[in-house]
Nanobody, 123 residues
Framework: QVQLVESGGGLVQAGGSLRLSCAAS????????MGWFRQAPGKEREFVAR????????YYADSVKGRFTISRDNAKNTVYLQMNSLKPEDTAVYYC????????????????WGQGTQVTVSS
């Protein structure tokens, strides 16, 4: 099993940047494909980005493509989400997720989840 803890959320003005981190403990993070999801109030959880075990493959939701970058440092058991040019519609709780098998875009495909970190973008 793996435990995930997100950090780095906060309040930022539109156009600003934040970097989220997801620290993994337990089984090494390199055993897992990793994803970032977000959930805004009153909305369903949605896929943001994913990265393969080695970091050699990434994929983004259209809504964040070109603005967000997912990366990982397996030596530090940490996955990052660099968020630039933030918009008010990016406001949500951001979750990282891990799965040893599936490299997907659906939340049901991920077995392990962090507790989430709040990102608020003011206009």
């Amino acid at each position: 099993q793996v435990q995930l803890v997100e950090s780095g959320g906060g309040l930022v003005q539109a156009g600003g940047s934040l970097r989220l981190s997801c620290a993994a403990s337990g089984r090494t993070s390199s055993s897992y494909h990793m994803g970032w999801f977000r959930q805004a109030p009153g909305k369903e959880r949605e896929f943001v980005a994913r990265i393969s075990r080695t970091g050699g493959s990434t994929y983004y939701a259209d809504s964040v493509k070109g603005r967000f970058t997912i990366s990982r440092d397996n030596a530090k058991n940490t996955v990052y989400l660099q968020m630039n040019s933030l918009k008010p519609e990016d406001t949500a709780v951001y979750y990282c997720a891990a799965d040893p098998t599936f490299y997907g875009t659906e939340s049901l495909e991920y077995d392990y989840w962090g507790q989430g970190t709040q990102v608020t973008v003011s206009s």
